[in-house]
């Protein structure tokens, strides 16, 4: 009987102790595993993170080397376990030792790939493959940019991530800024210029639909910005691959267009490329504006004019068809039917009850609305009153040195007055041109108010500013019908340096300047400019001296001649 006890003990003992060897052998193999695992696990935390262009589309993410995944397979790894790409795009799988080809393949088939081979050695695992770092590609970026160049970006970032970064200014362009900044001055002015002739329109520029990705593998991709912030962003707009060749293409000068305006909220022309459809262009547009007539929104494609419905803020596309070159959508404004000759006009200043009245557009008189404000009040002074216009029609002269020069290039000015043309269309005021005092005395001189006017009428200064070569410059109090001259006396007279005949009025009210210190009268507000003598440069001294030289030269020149011929006829 003790025997049979001591073999039953015995038994029992030998199995408890394999167990325990057994979860011993398992727990070793594990710790060995993280410990192998360690050093890339802290490396790869300590490694500062590279920025991520956007969330990640998986099925469209190309793994490549130097890739890091994170892997954790229950019940074999319940620690997560980072594995790298290799240089030669294969992978080393934990615990079951299998190598995984992952050359051209989405991070979503190297999913699957691993799951298959870790579910062949342990058919009920639990895997989960998690992407924690993207690996650095060599990207060229070429042709319509500001920097042609190689560049090393995350294979996170999409094409037109390295667009982007080709165009920024940095140490490459630094060079050259001059031409660079004339550049994208010009580029900004005509795409301001197409956006007016399409009432104030987005205009698209021709590469941003034709972007072309040449891939190491010598596939191509045509990549189409426009259409990726609308539809599939991850298939229009791919993410960078190593040894991607990206082609900026320059805009052509006639391509085919289209376009929706309007009252959407984002009217926008952009080029025409084939398999364009109607609910794209819709898409395009954001949606429509609250001053859109729901009931005039049109089609026009082809010839044909297609009538359009309306539900919620958004044109609804019933029947959706491809579009072509040319084709239009208008959203037309509900309140141009009922207020298109209505306005607004406002005053300021010295009339006797200031503020906003309403006009007929281009019926309402000047003379009406100061009447209806009450009349001029005490201490107006009209020479100077102003009736300022809403444009924004002398931009462009102000803004682009190139659009200015248009108008200068027929002219019959010289080139000496490009600097004086230049000044002047800078100074260009959206003014209508008006002289207050007769246009309330004499109906002849009147004008006609536009919506947005702002009449101002201001109080007399009661001064006169005089500056340059005078002893004491500075304001002077105005008296009725004096001359320049009395001017200057009153701030001590002119410097040694004055050029007396030079002195000018400039006038407050039209920015002339008149110039006979006797004849010429000063009015209230005027300014009076004294200029010195006339400044001559060392090289213009030079070339005096020079002439003086060459003139002196050539008359004792003749001089000797002279005396030659004289004494050869005695002789």
């Given at each position: 009987?003790?025997?049979?006890?001591?073999?039953?003990?015995?038994?029992s003992t030998?199995?408890?102790?394999?167990?325990?060897?057994?979860?011993?052998?398992?727990?070793?193999i594990?710790?060995?595993?993280?410990?192998?695992?360690?050093?890339?696990?802290?490396?790869?935390?300590?490694?500062?993170?590279?920025?991520?262009?956007?969330?990640?589309?998986?099925?469209?993410?190309?793994m490549?080397?130097?890739?890091?995944?994170?892997i954790?397979?229950?019940?074999?790894?319940?620690?997560?376990?980072?594995?790298?790409?290799?240089p030669d795009?294969?992978?080393?799988?934990?615990?079951?030792g299998?190598?995984?080809?992952?050359?051209?393949?989405?991070?979503?088939e190297v999913?699957?790939?691993?799951e298959?081979?870790i579910?062949?050695?342990?058919?009920?695992?639990?895997?989960?493959?998690?992407?924690?770092?993207?690996?650095?590609?060599?990207?060229?970026?070429?042709?319509?940019?500001?920097?042609?160049?190689?560049?090393?970006?995350?294979?996170?970032?999409?094409?037109?991530?390295?667009?982007q970064i080709?165009?920024?200014?940095?140490p490459?362009?630094?060079?050259?800024?001059?031409?660079?900044?004339?550049?994208?001055?010009?580029r900004?002015?005509?795409?301001?210029t197409y956006?007016?002739?399409?009432?104030?329109?987005?205009?698209?520029?021709?590469?941003?639909?034709n972007v072309?990705?040449v891939?190491?593998?010598?596939?191509s991709?045509?990549?189409?910005?426009?259409?990726?912030?609308?539809?599939?962003?991850?298939?229009?707009?791919?993410y960078?691959r190593?040894?991607?060749?990206?082609?900026?293409?320059?805009?052509?000068?006639?391509?085919?267009?289209?376009?929706?305006?309007?009252?959407?909220?984002?009217?926008?022309?952009?080029?025409?490329?084939?398999?364009?459809?109607?609910?794209?262009?819709?898409?395009?547009?954001?949606?429509?504006?609250?001053?859109?007539?729901?009931?005039?929104?049109?089609l026009?494609?082809?010839?044909?004019?297609?009538k359009l419905?309306?539900?919620?803020?958004?044109i609804?596309?019933?029947?959706?068809?491809?579009?072509?070159?040319?084709?239009?959508?208008?959203?037309?404004?509900?309140?141009?039917?009922?207020?298109?000759?209505?306005?607004?006009?406002?005053?300021?200043?010295?009339?006797k009850?200031?503020?906003?009245?309403?006009?007929?557009?281009?019926?309402?008189?000047?003379?009406?609305?100061i009447?209806?404000?009450?009349?001029i009040?005490e201490?107006?002074y009209?020479?100077?009153?102003k009736?300022?216009?809403?444009?924004?029609?002398?931009?462009?002269?102000?803004?682009?040195?190139?659009?200015?020069?248009?108008?200068?290039?027929?002219?019959?000015?010289t080139?000496?007055?490009?600097?004086?043309?230049?000044?002047?269309?800078?100074?260009?005021?959206?003014?209508?041109?008006v002289?207050?005092?007769k246009?309330l005395?004499?109906?002849?001189?009147?004008?006609t108010l536009?919506?947005?006017?702002?009449i101002?009428?201001?109080?007399?200064?009661n001064r006169?500013?005089?500056?340059?070569?005078?002893e004491?410059p500075?304001?002077?109090?105005?008296?009725?019908?004096?001359?320049?001259?009395?001017?200057?006396d009153?701030?001590g007279?002119?410097?040694?340096?004055?050029?007396?005949d030079?002195?000018?009025?400039?006038?407050?009210?039209?920015?002339?300047?008149?110039?006979?210190?006797?004849?010429?009268?000063?009015y209230?507000?005027?300014?009076?400019?004294?200029?010195g003598?006339?400044?001559?440069?060392?090289?213009?001294?030079?070339?005096?001296?020079?002439?003086?030289?060459?003139?002196?030269?050539?008359?004792?020149?003749?001089?000797?001649?002279i005396?030659?011929?004289v004494?050869?006829?005695?002789?």
């Amino acid at each position: 009987m003790k025997l049979r006890y001591l073999i039953v003990m015995l038994l029992s003992t030998m199995t408890l102790m394999a167990q325990v060897t057994g979860m011993g052998e398992s727990s070793s193999i594990l710790k060995s595993e993280i410990e192998n695992n360690k050093g890339m696990d802290s490396q790869m935390f300590e490694t500062e993170q590279m920025p991520v262009s956007n969330i990640v589309n998986p099925d469209y993410y190309y793994m490549g080397p130097g890739d890091v995944l994170m892997i954790k397979a229950i019940p074999m790894l319940t620690t997560p376990v980072p594995v790298v790409v290799s240089p030669d795009n294969m992978i080393l799988l934990p615990r079951s030792g299998g190598l995984i080809d992952v050359n051209g393949k989405t991070l979503t088939e190297v999913r699957k790939l691993i799951e298959e081979n870790i579910t062949k050695y342990k058919s009920d695992a639990i895997v989960t493959t998690s992407f924690q770092k993207p690996h650095l590609s060599f990207v060229e970026v070429e042709g319509n940019v500001l920097n042609s160049s190689v560049y090393n970006l995350p294979s996170t970032f999409k094409v037109s991530d390295a667009i982007q970064i080709a165009n920024k200014r940095g140490p490459i362009s630094e060079k050259n800024n001059a031409s660079e900044d004339t550049y994208i001055q010009e580029r900004l002015r005509m795409k301001k210029t197409y956006s007016r002739n399409q009432d104030n329109s987005e205009v698209v520029d021709y590469w941003k639909r034709n972007v072309l990705v040449v891939h190491e593998d010598g596939t191509s991709t045509l990549v189409d910005l426009i259409k990726a912030k609308s539809k599939d962003n991850a298939y229009n707009n791919p993410y960078v691959r190593q040894g991607d060749r990206i082609i900026v293409p320059f805009n052509r000068s006639q391509f085919g267009t289209l376009s929706i305006s309007g009252e959407v909220n984002r009217p926008i022309t952009l080029p025409y490329k084939n398999g364009d459809k109607l609910s794209e262009l819709v898409e395009y547009g954001l949606g429509l504006t609250s001053f859109a007539d729901t009931d005039n929104i049109y089609l026009f494609d082809n010839g044909n004019k297609v009538k359009l419905n309306s539900k919620d803020g958004k044109i609804i596309v019933d029947n959706d068809r491809e579009l072509s070159p040319g084709a239009v959508i208008i959203a037309t404004n509900i309140e141009e039917k009922t207020s298109i000759s209505e306005g607004v006009v406002t005053i300021r200043g010295y009339v006797k009850s200031p503020g906003a009245f309403p006009i007929v557009n281009s019926k309402t008189k000047l003379s009406e609305i100061i009447a209806q404000a009450g009349g001029i009040s005490e201490g107006a002074y009209l020479p100077l009153a102003k009736l300022y216009r809403k444009s924004n029609e002398f931009d462009d002269l102000s803004e682009s040195r190139t659009e200015a020069f248009k108008l200068f290039r027929k002219s019959n000015l010289t080139l000496e007055d490009t600097v004086r043309y230049t000044l002047d269309v800078h100074s260009i005021e959206p003014i209508v041109s008006v002289d207050f005092t007769k246009a309330l005395n004499d109906k002849n001189f009147d004008v006609t108010l536009e919506n947005g006017d702002e009449i101002v009428i201001p109080t007399s200064p009661n001064r006169v500013y005089i500056f340059g070569r005078v002893e004491n410059p500075g304001f002077v109090e105005f008296e009725k019908g004096k001359n320049i001259l009395y001017y200057i006396d009153k701030t001590g007279g002119f410097t040694n340096v004055a050029d007396e005949d030079r002195t000018a009025v400039i006038r407050k009210n039209t920015s002339s300047w008149v110039g006979d210190i006797e004849e010429t009268l000063v009015y209230d507000g005027d300014y009076i400019y004294v200029p010195g003598e006339v400044d001559v440069s060392t090289s213009t001294e030079q070339a005096k001296v020079s002439t003086y030289a060459a003139i002196g030269s050539i008359i004792l020149s003749l001089g000797f001649l002279i005396v030659n011929i004289v004494n050869t006829v005695k002789n």
